[in-house]
């Protein structure tokens, strides 16, 4: 049974830090990338960050959407089949639920497409003052 298990969200002021975790299992980690993704009311789910997979020739390529970029760090812990995501200088606009996947295909499709086959519940991240 293919499950993913989010944690680590929660209330941060602006400019402050969170670390995600994404704890899966139940299927084959070396062959799945994993991505992250989030939701806003009222918005689309977006692609925020992807890591390709462990067998992939291009093993440990990440990918982030330009927003994030120089502020989040997406790292996977092949011993604990645990990708993370850290969050750095968390903006209002970020605020959001956040959704990791797992996908057989290359992390480079680095959205909510038919690829990203298992999906966890989501950890709600809130950035306010």
């Known amino acids: 049974q293919v499950q993913l298990v989010e944690s680590g969200g929660g209330l941060v002021q602006p400019g402050g830090s969170l670390r995600l975790s994404c704890a899966a299992s139940?299927?084959?980690?070396?062959?799945?990338?994993i991505g992250w993704f989030r939701q806003a009311p009222g918005k689309e789910r977006e692609g925020v960050s992807c890591i390709s997979s462990v067998i992939s020739s291009n093993d440990q390529n990440t990918y982030y959407t330009d927003s994030v970029k120089g502020r989040f760090t997406i790292s996977r812990d092949n011993a604990k089949n645990t990708v993370y995501l850290q969050m750095n200088s968390l903006k209002p606009e970020e605020t959001a639920v956040y959704f990791c996947?797992?996908?057989?295909?290359?992390?480079?499709?680095?959205?909510?497409?038919?690829?990203?086959?298992?999906w966890g519940q989501g950890t709600q991240v809130t950035v306010s003052p």
């Open positions: 996947a797992a996908s057989p295909g290359s992390a480079y499709a680095c959205y909510p497409g038919p690829s990203w086959s298992a």
């Open positions: 139940g299927f084959k980690w070396n062959y799945y990338s």
